[in-house]
């Protein structure tokens, strides 16, 4: 795919939707991180469900130490995994407390160090709540890139070297929200909904639906 049709791909999904963000809901950097963590094959809406319940009682790492795992656990038992959900935020908020003043750190490196936290998340929080224009690709960005041509790769971090060196700079921080909501309504797992997608004349997929 050449850099403009990738450039116009990007124009259209932000003149399609201007603000795009998570649909996690959350407040502060410390409960995005959390909701990130429960979110792990868990849907967003079940995740701000059950943070809807947590965070008016407990939303700072010394908050939740105090509620203790079984307590924890309570709030977040309608999430699959939970227990070792549970178990590793109790160590990641330990380990804020411990090594980082109660604050969520702001470099890769130490979001990577936290129990629970890969390099997806890290760069969710990354982007999200720290502006940083890093790619946190999913299996929905894997589709989309693979299947439109706009970054094509066998594997997720090559999908992400790629995403972060050819998206044009204005794009780049906001396009893995544009490029998520695309893939999870429109351009779908099984049945992508080509008949009606903002791209359609630019995704390169020789395979495109009627519908
Ligand atoms: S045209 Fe179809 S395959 Fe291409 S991005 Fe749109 S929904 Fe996905």
Redesign the pocket.
Known sequence: MNKDKRREIFQRLRDHNPAPTTELEYTTAFELLVAVVLSAQATDRGVNKATARLFPVANTPEAILALGEDGLKEHIKTIGLFNSKASNIMKLCRMLVDRHGGEVPRTRGELEALPGVGRKTANVILNTAFGQPTMAVDTHIYR?AN??GLAPGKTVREVEDRLVRWTPKEFLHDAHHWLILHGRY??VARK???GA?V??DL?E?RD?TEE
């Open positions: 989309v299947r439109t429109v351009c992508p909904r080509c997608c791209i359609h995704c997929y495109k």
